[in-house]
């Protein structure tokens, strides 16, 4: 009976390390923002854990854009798709506040633009990669699909009152 208790003692406190907010941070991200080595994304939702492969280009997007990178990344939409650069810079700003939140719809939704990888064509690497993720999103708006994004319709009105 002993061994018992100590057993479901010893799982409690892991269980706790792994859910706690307070010890998410250790687990979740990277010690060092920018980290030059980081190859891997570990992701804990629950009792799952997911390890998913980020490009070099990722590495900096864990903690979010800053105003220069902001900038930066809509150079690179105007430079792709320059007719809709203002829907595609809303879009990542509405459904992942530029990058800082990666994971949402209760774990469903991934990656810059929250796409769910599980009723889409698309991979977890894809959808965690920003350009590769901006490729997919705006082919989805060139196929009339920008329905697939609560905020697409709000990022419409708001380009259109900037006009």
């Not at 009976?1 to 859910?19: D, H, P, Q, R, S």
């Not at 307070?22 to 939702?45: D, H, M, R, Y």
């Not at 719809?105 to 901006?134: P, T, V």
Request: a neutral charge; charged letters at 25%.
């Amino acid at each position: 009976m002993i061994k018992k208790i100590e057993g479901y003692l010893i799982i409690g406190i892991v269980a706790l390390f792994l859910v706690h907010p307070l010890f998410a941070g250790l687990v979740i991200s990277p010690t060092i923002p920018n980290q030059q080595n980081l190859e891997k994304l570990v992701i804990i939702q629950g009792n799952s854990v997911k390890t998913i492969n980020i490009s070099t280009f990722e590495k900096t997007r864990l903690y979010g854009a800053n105003l220069g990178e902001k900038e930066g990344f809509k150079e690179l939409i105007r430079k792709k798709y320059p007719e809709m650069v203002d829907l595609l810079f809303c879009l990542w700003e509405k459904e992942s506040s530029f990058g800082k939140n990666m994971i949402g719809d209760r774990g469903k939704a991934i990656g810059h633009f929250q796409i769910w990888i599980s009723i889409h064509n698309i991979s977890e690497e894809c959808a965690m990669d920003f350009e590769c993720s901006l490729e997919w999103v705006a082919q989805k708006v060139r196929e009339g699909k920008g329905y697939l994004w609560t905020t697409y319709k709000p990022c419409l009105t708001e380009i259109s009152n900037t006009l």
